[in-house]
């Protein structure tokens, strides 16, 4: 993560251990009529924030007792709401690496930040190159991709295949998504597929599989990515408790 300069000289700025020093320890703040309740554990070297959030609406007449069936008066008013729904961003400063937990709220998380500390903020992907992704993934999960005739040439015993498969001459692009049941080299393959990305034959590039430490990794359009899965079980509310949440994943990054 770095902050955008707002003056002369590098425009992007590596932050340091009190990039998030004034930021409050507790607040809400209300996006596109969610609320988000916001707690922050600020350290020497992390940063964690909980997110706890919800929508007033929509909200039911009444409630029903999942047992009986019965239903009675919601006693939950319009201007209230329940916050089920739960985010954990945690920035550590020594790897210089964001976690969070829902990676589609990247944006948002920038957001708030921005609003809170009217400071700009942005995130890089890992950027790796073919053979240092090829390098580090041990097994495949799933390749998706769109390609072009290019790939596999028409007298080519894939082509042939794939025109068996469909029954018809094989078109001029076709997407293709495989999964696999038992993760499992196929590097040689993987590799031609980069090559042809390389050449832009090949258009929606996704590859996931598993490194050495059997995390998962993302290739997809030259972005890297890797995700950490944790263990965590619900409080009786339904809800994570941000001190597990928390713990495990310290436990993840001091690997």
């Given at each position: 993560?770095?902050?955008e300069?707002?003056?002369?000289?590098?425009r992007?700025i590596?932050i340091?251990?009190?990039?998030?020093?004034?930021i409050?320890?507790?607040?809400?703040?209300?996006?596109d009529d969610?609320?988000?309740?916001v707690?922050?554990?600020?350290?020497?070297?992390?940063?964690?924030?909980?997110?706890?959030?919800?929508?007033?609406n929509?909200?039911?007449?009444?409630?029903?007792n999942?047992?009986?069936?019965?239903k009675k008066?919601?006693?939950?008013?319009?201007i209230?709401a329940e916050l089920?729904?739960?985010?954990f961003?945690?920035?550590?400063f020594n790897?210089e690496t964001l976690?969070?937990?829902?990676y589609?709220?990247?944006?948002f998380?920038?957001?708030?930040?921005q609003?809170q500390?009217k400071?700009k903020?942005?995130?890089?992907?890992?950027?790796?190159?073919?053979?240092?992704?090829?390098?580090?993934l041990?097994s495949?999960d799933?390749?998706?991709f769109?390609?072009?005739k290019e790939?596999?040439?028409?007298d080519?015993?894939?082509?042939?295949?794939?025109?068996?498969?469909?029954g018809?001459?094989?078109?001029?692009k076709?997407t293709?998504?495989?999964?696999y049941?038992?993760?499992f080299?196929i590097?040689?393959?993987?590799?031609?597929l980069l090559?042809?990305?390389?050449?832009?034959n090949l258009?929606?590039?996704?590859?996931?599989?598993?490194?050495?430490r059997?995390?998962?990794i993302?290739?997809?359009h030259?972005t890297?990515?890797?995700?950490?899965?944790?263990?965590?079980?619900k409080?009786g509310?339904g809800k994570?408790?941000?001190d597990?949440v928390?713990n495990k994943?310290l436990?993840?990054?001091l690997?």
């Amino acid at each position: 993560m770095f902050e955008e300069s707002s003056g002369e000289g590098e425009r992007y700025i590596k932050i340091n251990t009190d990039a998030f020093e004034s930021i409050q320890t507790d607040f809400h703040i209300t996006i596109d009529d969610t609320y988000y309740e916001v707690t922050t554990k600020k350290e020497h070297a992390y940063t964690l924030f909980s997110f706890d959030f919800g929508k007033a609406n929509p909200r039911d007449s009444q409630v029903t007792n999942v047992i009986t069936g019965k239903k009675k008066d919601n006693p939950r008013k319009g201007i209230e709401a329940e916050l089920l729904k739960q985010l954990f961003c945690l920035y550590h400063f020594n790897s210089e690496t964001l976690y969070i937990s829902n990676y589609q709220k990247l944006p948002f998380f920038l957001n708030v930040l921005q609003k809170q500390l009217k400071r700009k903020f942005v995130t890089k992907s890992f950027f790796k190159d073919k053979e240092e992704f090829i390098s580090i993934l041990k097994s495949v999960d799933k390749i998706s991709f769109t390609e072009a005739k290019e790939l596999f040439n028409q007298d080519s015993a894939e082509r042939k295949a794939l025109t068996d498969l469909t029954g018809t001459d094989a078109p001029d692009k076709f997407t293709i998504e495989a999964e696999y049941s038992k993760p499992f080299e196929i590097k040689p393959f993987l590799d031609k597929l980069l090559k042809s990305k390389g050449k832009d034959n090949l258009k929606d590039l996704m590859i996931s599989g598993r490194d050495e430490r059997n995390f998962c990794i993302l290739y997809n359009h030259d972005t890297f990515l890797k995700r950490v899965t944790i263990k965590c079980g619900k409080e009786g509310d339904g809800k994570f408790n941000s001190d597990i949440v928390l713990n495990k994943l310290l436990e993840e990054v001091l690997k």
